[in-house]
C-alpha cells in the first residue's frame, strides 16, 4: 500500500514568503535603528534649523512615516546620512542638495525682486508739465 503524498514547497521559499510578506509592513530593525518617525508629516524633505547645526529630514521611499536623519559634516565638507551611507553621494543626500539648491534660488529670487522694489522707490519721478 502505498501513501501519495502532495510535494511539500522547499523551506527557504517559505523563509522567503515570510519575508517579503513582513518586509511590507513593518520596518527592519536597522531601518527602525536608522530612521525617525513622524507620523503627520507629508513633505520629502524636513528642515529644522537648531542653534548651532542644521538637521534634515528624509522620507524613506518605502515607509512613508520615516525619515531618515541628514546632518552636514564639518571634518569632511559634506553631507551625513544616517542610512548607512554616511558621507556617499546616494539618493538621500541628493534629495537634500536638492532642496537647499531651490531655497537658495527662491532666496536669490527674493532679493532681486526686494532690490528691483527698492530701486523704484528712490527712482526719480517723471513730471509732467500742466498746461
Known amino acids: 500500500m502505498s501513501i501519495q503524498t502532495t510535494p511539500r514547497r522547499d523551506g527557504h521559499k517559505q523563509a522567503a514568503t515570510a519575508r517579503r510578506l513582513t518586509s511590507s509592513t513593518m520596518p527592519a530593525q536597522h531601518v527602525l535603528d536608522a530612521t525617525v518617525e513622524f507620523l503627520d508629516e507629508s513633505r520629502d524633505v524636513i528642515e529644522k534649523i537648531g542653534r548651532y547645526y542644521t538637521v534634515w529630514y528624509v522620507r524613506s521611499s518605502k515607509f512613508t512615516t520615516r525619515y531618515y536623519v541628514v546632518i552636514w559634516n564639518y571634518d569632511r565638507c559634506s553631507y551625513q546620512c544616517s542610512c548607512g551611507a554616511g558621507c556617499k553621494e546616494h539618493s538621500h543626500i541628493e534629495q537634500v542638495s536638492a532642496f537647499n539648491h531651490a531655497k537658495q534660488m527662491e532666496q536669490q529670487s527674493q532679493?532681486?525682486?526686494s532690490r528691483e522694489?527698492?530701486?523704484?522707490?528712490?527712482r526719480p519721478c517723471e513730471w509732467e508739465e500742466v498746461a
Do not use: I, T
Request: hydrophobic letters at 55%; charged letters at 20%.
Open 111 to 113: 532679493e532681486e525682486l
Open 117 to 122: 522694489a527698492y530701486v523704484q522707490m528712490f
